[in-house]
């Protein structure tokens, strides 16, 4: 989402479930603090995080790399 401050990228992780009682599809996001020692990321990557010791007040997730998508099948 963002890369504004230095060594810190904000990731919005967003997750899909059925609602147990009303049985729709429900959309939850969450917004994270990322360490990112290279500030090689940038607004619009999509990247894969993980869990670590508190870096700061706010930062307990780092960045481990870019997320791929895996590419479709092509029938011949």
Request: with cysteine; hydrophobic share 30%; proline share 4%.
């Amino acid at each position: 989402m963002s890369d504004k401050t230095e060594k810190t990228v904000v990731v919005n992780v967003e997750r899909m479930f059925t609602h147990p009682l009303l049985k729709k599809t429900v959309r939850r996001s969450k917004r994270y603090q990322a360490h990112d020692e290279a500030n090689q990321f940038k607004e619009g990557d999509q990247v894969r995080i993980q869990e670590c010791a508190p870096k700061s007040k706010n930062k307990r997730w780092e960045v481990i790399g870019h997320e791929t998508k895996a590419e479709p099948a092509v029938k011949v």
